[in-house]
């Protein structure tokens, strides 16, 4: 109790900064939402609460979503009124993410102490991307909360091996896998330092693996039996990794006339690409074949929902022989768009001006040396140990699955919480060395983290 007290102003203050930025960016938007919709969640979120399933009408392939983010907007949308929808979601998310900033706090203070947590935490308040995603129809803030919940569950499991936990945590997993599909395989690294801890029994270790396992599955199974009752086979999650794989990786025009390729779509509506309609064409809907002929950027439409199954698996062939073809393009493509984590602008297209775009490219490229600040500071001041190690493993991994599917960094949300932690113990670390009079302080060390962790 008496360390919860002492937590509570630090933690207070980073909660009340993240309200206020939210709350100012949602006031100065000129519209609501801030973006128009166009990945599908809304069509799919209209038909839940119309009684109609889960897929939009009509079927347009690269819409076909897991149910997560859109049960969440029908679940806001269910108990508002039609004209104020969009505002009660942004309210919904913005929510979401005040809880996020407040797991973000509890995690890096568990492991790294209180100056590293609530200088993590400000650093999440302050981030323009995530600030952005919160009023967005995005499900990058949903997915993050999720992750960092099951961060929290980890922690704990990694010193108790409590069943009630481990099946909290089976259940948090399977709700983030039905959000973006690869929570499926990243979220169940956090467990790793479940598996390495010493001083927990294999029989417990074992327990606690089982529970989490069961209640993942009691959250995918009706999905995964829908997909069956559709498809006629098993899908895991969603039939859209070829998709996802195919458009990021065909080779585009040079960008701005460098010489490189672009993997990403928006260099070219990869719909439009000789390679894309010959793989889709068998698939097409008569019905709309001469509406999307008549369209500059047509929208392919499939017969019906079987046939997207087939459509993604020949996709998948196809950009994986682009994946080997052009690896390190993705690379730098990777790169040179990673802003998308930290300094993605609110409102991009609008004309800032030179000292505006230096300050954000400074912000973004201050987040980055701070994570590496954090990583470092952890292995030489031996704090790196399992648990801060199960995150660079899921950061890695969830990186490496960006690169292998050629996707927008922002999907990096699997692991944002991660680098937001690192980042703030950066921050911590780094002070001292700044400050004489903060260079007096007491290191932000593991230990006393921990203590706070466990209430002694």
Not at 295 to 304: A, E, F, G, T
Not at 418 to 437: D, E
């Amino acid at each position: 109790m008496a360390t919860m007290k002492k937590l509570a102003p630090s933690m207070a203050l980073a909660l009340f900064l993240c309200l206020v930025v939210r709350l100012g960016y949602a006031l100065s938007l000129e519209r609501h939402p801030g973006n128009v919709p166009t990945d599908g969640y809304v069509e799919i979120a209209q038909n839940i609460l119309a009684g109609k399933g889960f897929a939009p009408t009509p079927m347009r392939h690269w819409f076909f979503r897991t149910p997560g983010y859109p049960l969440f907007i029908a679940a806001v949308w269910s108990v508002v009124p039609p004209s104020g929808r969009y505002i009660a979601l942004e309210v919904a998310q913005g929510a979401l993410s005040l809880a996020t900033c407040g797991l973000v706090y509890l995690i890096a203070n568990a492991v790294f102490g209180r100056r590293a947590a609530f200088a993590g935490a400000v650093l999440f308040a302050l981030s323009p991307s995530y600030t952005a995603y919160s009023m967005e129809v995005l499900s990058e803030t949903l997915l993050i909360v999720l992750v960092a919940l099951a961060a929290l569950m980890a922690i704990r499991l990694s010193r108790t091996a409590d069943v009630r936990t481990a099946l909290g945590f089976g259940l948090v997993w399977g709700a983030a896998a039905l959000t973006r599909p690869e929570a499926i395989v990243l979220v169940p690294l956090l467990l790793l330092p479940v598996l390495l801890a010493r001083d927990l029994a294999l029989t417990a270790k074992i327990q606690a693996g089982a529970c989490a396992a069961l209640g993942t599955v009691a959250i995918l199974a009706p999905w995964v039996a829908r997909n069956y009752q559709v498809y006629g086979t098993f899908v895991l999650s969603a039939p859209l990794g070829g998709n996802g794989l195919f458009a990021g990786t065909y080779p585009h025009p040079p960008l701005y006339g460098r010489g490189w390729y672009g993997t990403v779509p928006n260099a070219i509506h990869f719909t439009q690409t000789p390679e894309y309609r010959e793989i889709t064409r068998p698939f097409w809907d008569p019905a709309f074949v001469e509406q999307a002929a008549k369209l500059s950027d047509p929208d392919v439409v499939v017969r019906n929902e079987r046939d997207v199954l087939e459509v993604d698996r020949r996709l998948a062939a196809a950009g994986w022989a682009n994946v080997r073809n052009y690896k390190a393009i993705q690379v730098y493509n990777i790169l040179i768009h990673f802003y998308d984590l930290w300094g993605r602008p609110a409102a991009w297209g609008h004309d800032w001006g030179r000292p505006i775009v230096l300050a954000w490219f400074g912000s973004y490229v201050g987040f980055l040396v701070l994570i590496v600040a954090g990583v470092v500071f952890a292995w030489r001041g031996g704090s790196l140990g399992a648990i801060p190690m199960s995150w660079l493993v899921v950061t890695a991994a969830n990186t490496g699955l960006l690169l292998l599917f050629c996707t927008a960094p922002r999907y990096q949300a699997s692991s944002a919480t991660f680098l937001y932690i690192f980042g703030g113990l950066g921050v911590a670390a780094l002070l001292p060395h700044l400050s004489p009079r903060a260079a007096a302080a007491a290191p932000p060390g593991a230990v006393a983290g921990e203590k706070a962790w466990s209430g002694s």
